[in-house]
């Protein structure tokens, strides 16, 4: 179903049909090498689109959502600041995985593409065929981390639901393979209920979770 957001946008949805086809829209003021990206990448079974300016590229994205956004900061018409400020205003958009691909040495130009999330970065020239690499790659970064977003939450409910609720800024984070659960408690009991919660959750868990370690603080004021 389509959520409320993307239908004030006018944002289509993601394709529904279980097709493996990946999605990639490049954005690149280069026409040329537009035509060079969009030929080889059909070849390896990518369904492309392309976009020479800013607002293209914004328009690109609300007819259609991408799997990844290839994108080149400098783009005519709006810039690729522009193009990430946009998708950061829709949910939809905004979870779509971003490479920079640029040839772009101005400071002024990259500090403006800097404080939004970007999945990858390359300077060109990139052949085509390690492009594909580095598509499928952010694709697999973004199922990794969606998995282990996932896979905290479920860890953050299970300790709440064994606690009682009574660990106090609870938050479950994955660094490294370790996963590290912090919070704060009045008990030095809760933080033991806690801790049996955690190897609750490995022994039902039939993923691995990893090493387990406890930062919970017990204090008073908790």
């Not at 691995?208 to 204090?219: A, N, R, S, W, Y």
Request: include cysteine; glycine fraction near 8%.
């Amino acid at each position: 179903m389509m959520s409320l957001e993307s239908r004030r946008a006018g944002i289509a949805q993601p394709r529904t049909n279980g097709s493996t086809t990946i999605r990639v829209l490049i954005a690149d003021p280069d026409k040329s090498l537009l035509v060079v990206y969009r030929e080889v990448l059909s070849r390896e079974g990518f369904d492309v689109i392309t976009a020479p300016s800013g607002l293209e590229c914004a328009r690109r994205l609300r007819e259609r959502i991408t799997d990844v956004l290839v994108l080149e900061p400098q783009l005519p018409w709006g810039g690729g600041d522009g193009v990430l400020a946009t998708m950061r205003e829709i949910p939809d958009l905004a979870a779509v995985p971003v490479m920079l691909l640029t040839s772009c040495r101005d400071p002024l130009v990259l500090d403006r593409v800097a404080p939004f999330p970007i999945s990858d970065y390359h300077v060109k020239p990139l052949a085509p065929d390690r492009l594909a690499r580095r598509v499928r790659n952010c694709l697999e970064n973004r199922r990794l981390s969606s998995n282990l977003a996932s896979q905290n939450g479920r860890l953050e409910r299970w300790i709440d639901g064994r606690t009682g609720g009574r660990v106090r800024n609870l938050r479950v984070e994955s660094i490294d393979g370790r996963v590290i659960v912090h919070g704060c408690s009045g008990t030095y009991h809760v933080r033991q209920l806690a801790l049996a919660a955690v190897l609750e959750a490995i022994e039902a868990s039939q993923s691995k979770l990893g090493t387990v370690e406890l930062d919970i603080e017990v204090c008073g004021s908790c």
